[in-house]
C-alpha cells in the first residue's frame, strides 16, 4: 500500500525558511510526478508546485520564485525548499500525485508563518 508521510513543518518569522520532505513507499515514487498541495484553515487544498518525470517544475504564482520542489530517487522523497515565507504561507502541507487519481493523503505537516 502506498504511503507518504511529510515532515519539517513548524512556526517561522515572516521571510524565514523551511524545507519540507515527503517520503514516499509503494510504486508511485518512481512512476508519478509528484507535487505539494497546501490547504489553509477555510481554505480548499491547493497544488503549490509539481515536478515531473524528467525533473522540470511548475509553480503556483503565488509561491515562483520563492519555492523550491526537488527529488531524491533514492531516498524516495520529495522535498520543497520555502523561502521568504509570508503569513499567507500558513497552512498545512501535503504530498501526493500532481494530478488524479490520488493515492491516500498522509496527515500533512503544519507551517506556520507568524511573528
Known amino acids: 500500500q502506498v504511503q507518504l508521510v511529510e515532515s519539517g513543518g513548524g512556526l517561522v518569522q515572516p521571510g524565514g525558511s523551511l524545507r519540507l520532505s515527503c517520503v514516499a513507499s509503494g510504486s508511485i515514487f518512481s512512476i508519478k510526478s509528484m507535487g505539494w498541495y497546501r490547504q489553509a484553515p477555510g481554505k480548499e487544498r491547493e497544488l503549490v508546485a509539481a515536478i515531473f518525470l524528467r525533473g522540470s517544475a511548475d509553480y503556483a504564482d503565488s509561491v515562483k520564485g520563492r519555492f523550491t520542489i526537488s527529488r531524491d530517487y533514492a531516498k524516495r522523497t520529495v522535498y520543497l525548499q520555502m523561502n521568504s515565507l509570508k503569513p499567507e504561507d500558513t497552512a498545512v502541507y501535503y504530498c501526493?500525485?500532481?494530478?488524479?487519481?490520488?493515492?491516500?493523503w498522509g496527515q500533512g505537516t503544519q507551517v506556520t508563518v507568524s511573528s
Open positions: 501526493n500525485r500532481d494530478s488524479p487519481p490520488y493515492v491516500l
